[in-house]
Structures are given as C-alpha cells and as structure tokens.
C-alpha cells in the first residue's frame, strides 16, 4: 500500500499516512485531486478505481471516507477488508466510533494504525491482539519504576 | 468534545481543536492558528523550563496545526526531546511528531536516531515498538545507515517477542524497499524464510510481506521459502474456520495470510517437487470448490475475504500459466462473477479475465463470456467497470471475433466517456489493422474513427492509416474512393482532410476514371475545405497540390491559379509561402519528366512495429497491453511470423520502437529513393522524395538532403551480433539473428574435420531485398586454422521468401576466433548491412569416445601435466537439473561415461578433436555443487590451448 488518507464528506482531511516517500507539496495535491475523485463518484459505484498507475480502494463510513492506494499486484478485496478491520478497530477502541472521536484524538488512530499495518503492510491481523497492544500502551502512562514492574525482568536503559 | 478520553486527555488539545473547528471562516481559522502558533512559540522559547505534560500538549497541537495543511517550521527540537523522556505517552507523541514531520536536518537526525537506539536496546518492547514503527514510518536513508544491520539480528533473535518480530519484520521491509543496497540479508536468509513456521500466525503474517519483498529482489536465495509456504497455506485452507480463533475473518481462515502466501509463490514458478506441487494444487482446488460452497456468513465481509483469497489463488494459476484445468475452472469462476450483482466483483473478474484471455489455455474459454462483455459495455452505470470490459474486449479479441468486437466498440465511441475515448481509438485502431484479412475493412474502420471521434484521433493513428496504403496496393484505389466519399459530407474533421489529402495526392489517379471523381472534382472537393483547416494540413494540401499536378496534368493550370493568388503567395505563414513558391516554380520549370521522378509516388515503409502501439504501451505502460504479440505485429498483418523465443525478447524494446517513441511530425520513409540523386542536382533545397513533409524549414532541409544522401551511398558499418552465438555451443539448429526485416537460421552437420552448414535467410517483409549478398570473413589467424567456403546466392529474395546458402567448413588446426558471416542487401533504397557470428566452435569437431571406468583414469593420470589442464569454478546461470546437464554435455560433443566417477552427481565426459593435421583426446569432468549453486569444470587434453578454449565454451553453458 503506498497510502491511506480519511477525508469527511466535505472534503476535509482527517487522517494521512504515506508509506512512499514524498515532498509536502506532492502529498497535498495526490490529496486534493484523489478527494475530488472519490467524491464525485456515486454511491453504488465500484470502489475500485485506476488512478495515475496506481489502484484506489475506498468505501465510505457514515460521514467517512477510508481510501488506499495499492500497487498493480495488489489484492483489491483484502484491501477493503483492510479498511474495514481498521474501522472494527475504532470502533471498539472509542465505543461506536464517529467523525469527532478521530478528530479530538487524531493521535490515538494514528496509534492504532501503527499496530496494524506497518510499511503499508498487515502487521497484526488479530483484533484482539492490536487492542490488546492499544489499551497496555494506555496503561504505560507513568513513569519509569511501573515500568519497570510491568516487565520485571528486562532492564530498561532509558535515561 | 467526545465522551472517550483514553489513556491521557490533554484538555488543552481539545479546547484547541474545538476552537478551530466553530471557525466560521478559513481567515478566522487562520487566525486562531496563528495566535496559537505565538504561544507556543514563545512558551518553547521562554525562561521557565516546560514540563513534560506541557512540551507533549504544544507538540501534539504543532502536530494537528500540521495535519490541517499548515506549514510548521518549528518544534522538531522539543519533539526529538520527548524521545528520551520516561513517560510512555510523551515518548509516543514524540515519535508521532517525527513520524509525520520528519526533516532531513542532520542534527535532529543524528538525534532522533540517539533516541531510536537508546529505545531499541532498551530490550522493552513497548519502547522497542515504538521505535521500530517509527523507522518504518520515516523509512530514511540515515536512519536505514544506522539501523539496517541491527534490525535483522533483532527479528531473528529467540528471545524477541512476537510483538517485536513483527514490527521488525515490516521495518526491515520498508528499509528493504527505500535503501536495498543497505539491508544486508546473506546470513538471516535461513532463520527469516524459517519464520513462516512461526507459531505466532501474526509473526507469520509479517514475515511473509517481507519475504515476498526480498524474494522479488534475489528470488534464489529465498527459494526455500515455497515448501514452508505451501504447507502453511495447505494448513490455513484445510483449517475449520474456526481453527484459527481470532485470525478467522467472518468466517474466513486466516485471509490477510492466504493472499500473501499466494503472493509469495508468485515470485517463483511451479514447485519442481512433484508432492509438493500436487500438495499446492489441492490447495488451488480447495479455494475454488469453496468458491461454489454457499455462504458462511450474509454480510459483505464475508464474501471479500473470500474472494480476495480466491482472486489471488487465480492470479497464482494464471501466473504459473500451467495447469489447464486449473485455468479453465478460473475462467469459469470469474463468468459467473461477470454477472454477480455486487459491482466490485463484476469489475475484478472483468480485471482479472484480461490476464486469463493471454494464456494459451484459457484464452478460448474466455471467448465463450463475449456476449456478456459486450453487454457490461452497454449496460454498467460505472466508467471504471466499462473501462475494463474495454479492456477485455482487447484482450480477448482475435481473427475469428475481431469484427464484432471492433464494431462493438466502434459503437461505443460514440457514447463513450470522454476520459477514456483516445484509448478506446487506439484499441480499434490496433485491433483493426491486426486482425485485418481484408483491407477495405481496416480502411473503412479508421475512417470511422476519425468521423465519429476525429478529435480522439492522434497523429499516430492517421500516419498509420497512410503508411498501411502505402506499403498495400491491393487496397489504395478502395483507399481513394472511400476517402474521396468521406470528404463530401459537409462537415469533415481536419484529421479526414489530412489522410484524404495524401491519399488521393498518392492515389487520386486510380479513381480518376470515374467521371464523379475526376482530377478537376477531387481538386475541388479538397481545396473546399482548404480554409477551413490549420497550417500544417494546409501545407499537407499544397503538397497534394503539387502531386496533383504530376498526376493529372489537365488540371495544372487551375492548380498554378491558386498557388499564385496572393493569399498563398504572400500567406504570413512563412512554411506555406515556401511551399507554394517551390511548387508554383517547380511546376513551371521542370520538365514533365523531372516532375515525374521528383513527384514519383511515397516508396513503401520499412516494417516496423506499430506506432499506435508504441503510444498504447506508453500510455499504459509496458506491462499492461495484455496480449499482443510483439513479434508477430508487422504492417502486412498477415501474422505469419510464428518467431521464434528469441525475437519476442529482441523485439520488444527494439531501436525502432525507441524511434517510435521520439517525436515523428509524420509518417517518414526511412530510406530515399535514387531519386534523390536527380533531386539534389535540381539544385533545390528541399528533399523533393519527403515532399510532403510538414517540419521541413528552409534550413532543415539542405542537412536533411545531406544526411539522406550519405545514407544511402555509405551504409553504416555494422556491429558483429553475437547474442545467440553462445546457445549454439551445445546445438547445432536454430535461429541465429533476428530483426524486423531478416531472420537467420542455420542447420549444421560435422563430421571428423568437416562440416556443412545451411544457413536460412527468411525475408520477414513484403518487399523485396535487392542486391543481396553474404560472404564469410576470418580473420588473419582464423583463416590458417580454419577454411571456409561459401557458395553464392541469388541476389533477389522476394518478400516472404527464404533463400539457402550452403557453407562448407574445415578445420585444420584447433582455433579460438569464429568467422563472421557479413550480409548485405538493399531494402526500400537503403543499404542494410548485417554481421553475424557464425558458430563455428572448436567441440563442433569432436567425436565422442565410449571408454571404461579404468581407462578413463589412466588417461586422466597421464594428461597430469599442469598446463594440460584447465579448470574453472562458477555459479550456476541456470537451474541445475541433471537431464538438461547431460543433454548439454552431450549436445558439447562427447560422450557421457556413467559410472565412471564414483560420486554419480558429477558428470564425466571422453572425445578427440579432429583436425586436419592432428587429433587431441580430450577428458572432462563437472561437478555440480547444488548447495552452493556452483560448479567445477575440470578439462585435459594433450594441448593446453585445446583445454583453454573448450573450457572457455562449456562453462558458459551452465
């Protein structure tokens, strides 16, 4: 996957990931030029597309739009899935999740995006597992002697 | 504000972000930036050292001010502090700031990278995630610098935990895919393939991402990743659903992993085990027949996860392209999906069919779904679904359905979208020169195109139309007619003014007969839309003029008129005043006879691939024109050219697609004729055989005559071709050269010192080749050692034809140099010059000698001399299979001894060299190293250079 981007019905950006190297200034117009794609389609369409030489899945949530960008090799379908094992994750994670949750903690989807896919790729597809990692890192707010008993036996170096 | 608040709140982040959204305005929201901007500014530069709490809150807010599409020059320093703080939280939001910000300033790198390894020694994983996410995420050359070699060691360690695995296996796989040079995997191969057994299906699962990337790069060194991965995916699709717990989606086993164990295997072809390939075809089997099971599950998850498993299953099949059955259930598979009601699925099998239509097997089955197709392309609501039934319709178009298929999507242009109109006039414009048997039909399909999507029509699409007429005369009266009726609608698109006005500038006097079509009548019709039409087919028109004038010198008068009127004349345009100066004087001073050489008709185009092929295939990339046979394209059609391996690999990216490629401003003869000649004493400036030439400027045009001139009188030197000379070391038939006009075969026989060998020169063209001659030449050394006679041959070869010569050969003393077979031949007026390596090798002149076990060993003892033997070690080029090394070795000229070396996996070998003035015995051994993929070639005979060269030939055969 070369990058996920969530964007509401009006356009706006609320979250992106990019897993290929690229200037801001290219980021925001495969941005702003995808967003008008996607919103111009009708509701029934496919949610497969061809873009530049690239493929897009997306599917709409309520008021958000979740769209990948794969390779030509790429699976489609498990990428939709992807998308939907994303926002099963949400879900359980802030309860019924909705457009506010990812706004007001923006950097917590962006956590829990990192337990799950890395590089672009399934890093952890077990739900439980992802949310499990989620909710210790919670957990883990203070300070180094917790820590330090929660995985007693290691040492931690941290200054 | 929303009711979560995990782990940490920051309130302040959330007053924040509500004030900027009850903004009204994007100036308000600018402005509420901007006074946070200053506070936090001047917070991080202000006496009172920040708290943690607060350093992560102004981190966390830059952040979100960034992610909102603001600029953000400031904050990275406080960032990359956050880093090597204790709390878990401020350390994450640091890393996340980093993560989507990163800078390439060297002093935070060096920094950020102190923090990144402090955490991943810190041998907790928490930390070690982090860390990890956080290169993956940048994925940077500095950061692959510092961590590549460390990471490996960390995925494969016993005592990592899986979490930790996981990450790094993905981490290493974005370095892998920024820096490869940087991952150094020689000695984790083994343990990270061993991965796939994992307990840990997620350590499974991102192992397998990473080896699918490293298996793409040196797919030998992951060879042994096949077997691991074909019993992991036997398991997983043989697994009840609910074996796998929480890796079972919606009633699917394990979804993310099929596909990518499938995905895997495609690095590789079919298992060569026989168990291990059965074992995988059941699994091939068990996804499809599951297919036709009914539904687990009602919802949509379901289904995809299904499917997704089951459309890689198909590409796996399609890619090992082996297995008819296999291919045929695919196909049928993906008919049914043509006509499911979810559009995703429609779409993918469309997608999926355009590879299915490519291979030999399933190619016929896919034809039986046309009907189908064809009604996607009137009936889907999406353009991205039409696109692909566009594409299939391509894809599985061929002689016997490319008239319903091309008028299929002639009638689709007209309501097409206008996104994909050029493309689909590509298409037909391919498919319809392709498939035509009957020119009249191509001719009349392009003109269609024009009429109805004349502004989708590109240049290479008309100069195609153009130089098929030209090189066809069964077709260019049809040519004219049908033209000449086009342009008296009354509205004609200027692309249709362009091909008639060449065509009948070339052709009008086939139709002049007709009294409807007389010169008079075709001048007029084509002078009406005369100032309608832009400059360059205006110009194009002045040069139809002037062939007009040769053609049909009844109508020279009124041709004169026009060209002397002022608006020609004087025209502001400086190319068409030229133009109609030249051809007005032209016309006046040259005798009927000049005229008639100048304004001889276009000589025919030299073959060349299609160049509205050239521009498919730059539009879409080369991988993804499904199904068109490179070799086989030529102007004629006719398909004849069953070629051989060799000339798809050479034709691909051959020069003249290259030429292709470059600009041409219209379609262009390569060779002049030797009319040039009397052109060139004209004393005019202008290349009179290229009249029709829209670029030509004044200065252009003298180089240009200079240029053609010194083509045809010196024909460049040739370099000697030498790309198949190796493949004859162990052969003595097959195709030796190929181009797009000439193809070489040979036939050889030896016996002793001699040898004879036919050589085949096939005429790939419809043209004929004139002054053809092909001699052997030696050099000074060679011709000492090695006599060789050529008998001469016919210096006509008609097009299509193949012409024999007979070369006898013998050897008087052993050699290392081969001759050269030179060919020259004139084709379309220009020299062609072609120099050929004729494999003529030293083991063409053994004779295999049986000897037994004891024998063999005597000898061997006796050529112990040290420069009686030769021995090299190198790795294997080539799969090493033992039926196909002593077919080569056989093939080499000697005979195979069995049972002689006492270990049967090397191979030895006995033969005499036979020349005229000696024989030299000859013992060889190869020991193949299957381990090592190496092997170790030992020779010895009575003379060393004998032992050099043969030595030399056979270990380039492995």
Redesign the interface.
Same mark, same amino acid.
């Given at each position: 996957m070369q990058f996920m981007l969530l964007f509401s019905r009006q356009g706006k950006l609320r979250l992106q990931k990019w897993y290929v190297p690229l200037s801001d200034k290219e980021k925001k117009k495969i941005t702003r030029e995808l967003v008008q794609t996607v919103l111009a389609r009708k509701p029934k369409m496919c949610s497969f597309l061809e873009w530049r030489d690239l493929k897009v899945v997306y599917k709409r949530y309520a008021s958000l739009y979740f769209c990948c960008a794969i390779e030509d090799q790429d699976n489609e379908l498990i990428t939709l899935e992807i998308i939907h094992r994303y926002v099963e994750l949400l879900d359980k994670y802030f309860g019924s999740v909705c457009e506010l949750d990812i706004i007001f903690n923006f950097e917590k989807a962006y956590f829990i995006l990192d337990e799950f896919l890395l590089g672009g790729e399934a890093q952890e597809t077990s739900k439980k597992t992802v949310l499990k990692a989620i909710e210790q890192a919670d957990l883990l707010q203070e300070n180094i002697d917790f820590q330090m008993r929660l995985f007693a036996g290691t040492v931690c170096k941290t200054p | 504000?929303? =009711?979560?608040s995990?782990?940490?709140g920051m309130r302040g982040l =959330?007053v924040f972000?509500s004030d900027i959204?009850n903004c009204k305005s994007k100036e308000a929201e600018v402005k509420r930036i901007n006074k946070e901007l200053a506070n936090i500014r001047s917070k991080f530069k202000g006496d009172k050292a920040l708290d943690g709490y607060s350093k992560k809150k102004y981190v966390?807010k830059l !952040? +979100?001010i960034f !992610?909102l599409?603001h600029d953000i020059d400031f904050g990275h320093m406080e960032a990359v502090n956050l880093l090597?703080s204790?709390?878990?939280?401020e350390k994450?939001?640091g890393y !996340?700031f980093i993560s989507?910000l990163v800078n390439s300033n060297s002093d935070l790198i060096r920094l950020i990278n102190n923090g990144l390894k402090?955490?991943l020694?810190?041998?907790?994983? /928490? +930390?070690m995630?982090l860390a990890?996410?956080c290169i993956?995420?940048v994925?940077?050359r500095e950061m692959a610098e510092a961590f590549a070699s460390q990471i490996p060691s960390i995925l494969v360690a016993g005592d990592t935990m899986d979490?930790v695995k *996981?990450?790094a296996a993905?981490?290493l796989?974005?370095l892998n895919? /920024?820096c490869p040079d940087l991952v150094p995997m020689g000695e984790w191969t083994a343990r990270v393939v061993h991965l796939l057994n994992d307990q840990h299906?997620?350590v499974v699962?991102?192992a397998t991402?990473l080896i699918t990337t490293l298996a793409q790069k040196s797919p030998e060194d992951f060879k042994t990743s096949i077997a691991l991965a074909v019993a992991r995916l036997s398991r997983i699709v043989t697994s009840a659903s609910i074996d796998l *717990?929480?890796?079972t989606?919606y009633f699917v086993a394990?979804?993310? !992993?099929s596909?990518?164990l499938l995905?895997l295997l @495609?690095c590789y072809t079919p298992p060569e085990d026989a168990a291990l390939r059965s074992r995988l075809t059941e699994c091939l089997e068990t996804i499809l027949n599951k297919a036709q099971e009914p539904p687990k599950s009602k919802k949509v @998850?379901h289904s995809?996860?299904k499917?997704?498993v089951l +459309?890689?299953a198909i590409a796996l099949i399609i890619h090992y392209d082996s297995e008819p059955t296999l291919l045929v259930r695919a196909c049928n598979q993906l008919g049914q999906f043509l006509q499911h009601r979810e /559009?995703?699925l429609?779409?993918?099998a469309l997608e999926s069919m355009c590879t299915l239509a490519s291979s030999e097997f399933s190619h016929e089955a896919v034809k039986t779904h046309i009907d189908t197709v064809i009604n996607a392309l009137k009936t889907e609501?999406?353009v991205?679904?039409r *696109?692909r039934a566009v594409d299939l319709l391509y894809a599985m178009c061929d002689r016997s359905n490319s008239k319903q298929i091309v008028a299929e999507m002639l009638s689709y242009l007209e309501n097409a979208d206008y996104s994909i109109r050029e493309e689909i006039v590509l298409k037909v414009a391919i498919l319809a020169e392709k498939y035509a048997v009957d020119y009249t039909w191509y001719v009349d399909t392009i003109l269609n195109l024009i009429r109805m999507a004349g502004d989708y029509v590109s240049e290479e699409v008309w100069y195609r139309v153009i130089q098929i007429v030209i090189n066809r005369d069964d077709v260019q009266g049809y040519a004219a007619k049908t033209v000449f009726e086009a342009l008296q609608a009354p509205a004609c698109h200027e692309n249709l003014v362009k091909v008639g006005g060449y065509i009948l500038g070339e052709f009008g006097n086939l139709i002049a007969g007709d009294s409807r079509s007389s010169p008079l009548v075709q001048f007029d019709l084509l002078h009406s839309k005369f100032h309608l039409c832009s400059v360059p087919t205006r110009a194009l028109l002045l040069s139809a003029y002037i062939k007009f004038i040769n053609l049909f010198p009844e109508v020279k008068a009124t041709i004169q008129e026009v060209l002397r009127s002022d608006s020609q004349l004087r025209n502001a345009d400086v190319e068409l005043q030229q133009r109609a100066i030249e051809y007005l004087r032209l016309s006046c001073i040259a005798s009927t006879d000049i005229l008639a050489t100048v304004l001889e008709e276009m000589p025919p185009f030299p073959e060349r691939e299609s160049s509205i092929l050239a521009k498919l295939k730059r539009k879409k990339?080369p991988?993804?024109v499904p199904d068109i046979d490179d070799a086989r394209w030529n102007v004629n059609g006719n398909g004849n050219a069953e070629q051989s391996e060799s000339a798809e690999g050479t034709n691909k990216f051959s020069p003249s697609l290259m030429a292709d490629l470059l600009p041409t401003n219209r379609p262009r003869p390569a060779s002049s004729s030797p009319t040039m000649l009397s052109a060139g004493t004209m004393g005019s400036a202008h290349p009179f055989t290229d009249l029709l030439n829209l670029n030509s400027s004044p200065s252009a045009g003298a180089s240009l005559l200079v240029d053609v001139l010194s083509d045809s009188s010196t024909p460049a030197s040739a370099d000697v071709s030498e790309e198949n000379f190796s493949r004859f070391v162990c052969k003595n038939n097959g195709v030796i050269f190929e181009n797009q006009l000439l193809q070489i075969g040979l036939k050889s026989e030896y016996r002793q010192n001699l040898g004879r060998i036919y050589v085949f020169f096939g005429n790939k063209t419809s043209a004929q080749f004139l002054s053809f001659s092909s001699s052997v030449t030696s050099s000074d050394t060679l011709k000492t050692q090695l006599n060789v006679h050529t008998k001469p041959v016919d210096p006509t070869v008609e097009g299509g034809a193949q012409l024999q010569q007979i070369l006898n050969i013998e050897c008087l003393s052993d050699f290392t140099d081969a001759p050269v077979l030179d060919i020259q031949f004139r084709y379309g007026g220009a020299l062609q010059n072609i120099a050929v390596k004729l494999p003529v090798m030293l083991n063409k002149f053994f004779q295999p000698t049986e000897m037994a076990s004891q024998d063999f060993f005597q000898r061997w003892k006796q050529l112990g001399v040290p420069q009686q033997e030769v021995q090299t070690i190198f790795k294997a080029k080539h799969p090493m299979d033992t039926d196909v090394t002593n077919a080569k070795i056989l093939g080499f000229g000697v005979a195979l001894l069995d049972g002689v070396d006492p270990s049967p996996a090397n191979f030895v070998g006995a033969g005499v060299i036979h020349t005229k003035n000696t024989q030299v015995g000859c013992l060889l051994r190869l020991e193949p190293n299957t381990q090592a993929l190496m092997y170790r070639l030992t020779l010895r005979t009575s003379r060393e250079s004998v032992s050099q060269r043969l030595c030399d030939l056979l270990s380039d055969q492995f």
């Open positions: - | 504000m929303p =009711a979560v995990k782990g940490d =959330a972000i959204r966390c !952040l +979100f !992610l599409g090597s204790n709390k878990y939280t994450q939001i !996340l989507v402090n955490d020694n810190s041998r907790n994983p /928490t +930390f995630n990890l996410h993956a995420n994925g940077s979490s *996981q990450s993905l981490c796989l974005r895919r /920024t299906l997620g699962t991102s991402s *717990q929480d890796y989606y394990a979804p993310w !992993l596909v990518k995905r @495609q @998850q995809n996860a499917n997704a +459309f890689e /559009t995703n429609r779409y993918l609501r999406d991205s679904v *696109q990339g991988g993804n």
